[in-house]
């Protein structure tokens, strides 16, 4: 069965400092991968997505992830954080279904950025 | 600019009595879900709809309806609420069926 994990449910952080929040998908087949990220009482925004091609994507606000189909992982990179990125983060895993698109959503990681 | 509204924001009502959200989308987006958002549970999946009258179960549909008469509109609908459907809902839409756009989301209280 499909799965997502995030397997780190608070990540703490400096500003300034670099960031790596991670995501393993469980997939056989070709993975379409996501992260969104939900600020304190909205809904959740997308980040980047990747379907196919180069490994590593751009996303907003100076986000990258990179796919890596050996270590069947998404993990989700920035190289200095600010305190407005405080939110949590949430991979996801799209896969085909019947006719239609299966979306499996990770547990979600918290990042707190201190001052 | 690309809008997923929610209304209420939002609410508090009593056990038994219905409760009725609503979600709009500016995008004629084919497809809208409505999610609900526990602690510790992530985003469960309540509906689908891929289009006007064309609705599907989720993953957790007991105790919950909905309604797609226009493309533009999705309503959640709970008759006879209960206490542990209190939670934070999400309507979401997309068109490409598997980018989503969310709403703010409708903090629903039962007491």
């Known amino acids: 069965a499909q799965s997502v994990t995030q397997p780190d449910a608070r990540v703490t952080v400096s500003e300034g400092a670099s960031l790596q929040l991670r995501c393993k998908y469980s997939y056989s087949g070709t993975p379409y991968l996501f992260w969104y990220v939900q600020y304190p009482r909205q809904g959740l925004q997308l980040l980047l997505k990747?379907?196919?091609?180069?490994?590593v994507v751009q996303g907003v606000n100076g986000f990258e992830a990179e796919f890596s189909k050996s270590n069947s992982s998404f993990h989700l990179r920035k190289a200095s954080v600010h305190w407005s990125d405080s939110a949590v983060y949430f991979c996801v895993l799209s896969v085909a279904s019947s006719g239609s698109w299966q979306l499996i959503f990770g547990s979600g990681t918290q990042l707190t950025v201190m001052p | 600019d690309m809008k997923v509204t929610q209304m209420p924001r939002y609410l508090i009502k009593r056990m038994g009595e219905n409760v009725l959200l609503e979600c709009g989308q500016d995008?004629?987006?084919?497809?809208m879900y409505w999610y609900r958002q526990d602690p510790g549970l992530g985003l469960q999946l309540i509906y689908i709809s891929y289009d006007v009258d064309s609705n599907s179960e989720g993953d957790i549909p007991k105790g919950y309806r909905v309604s797609r008469k226009k493309r533009e509109h999705f309503s959640l609908i709970l008759d006879s609420a209960k206490t542990n459907q209190t939670s934070v809902y999400f309507c979401a839409s997309s068109l490409e069926g598997n980018t989503l756009y969310f709403g703010a989301g409708t903090r629903l209280s039962v007491l």
């Open positions: 995008m004629s987006h084919e497809t």
């Open positions: 990747y379907y196919s091609g180069d490994p």
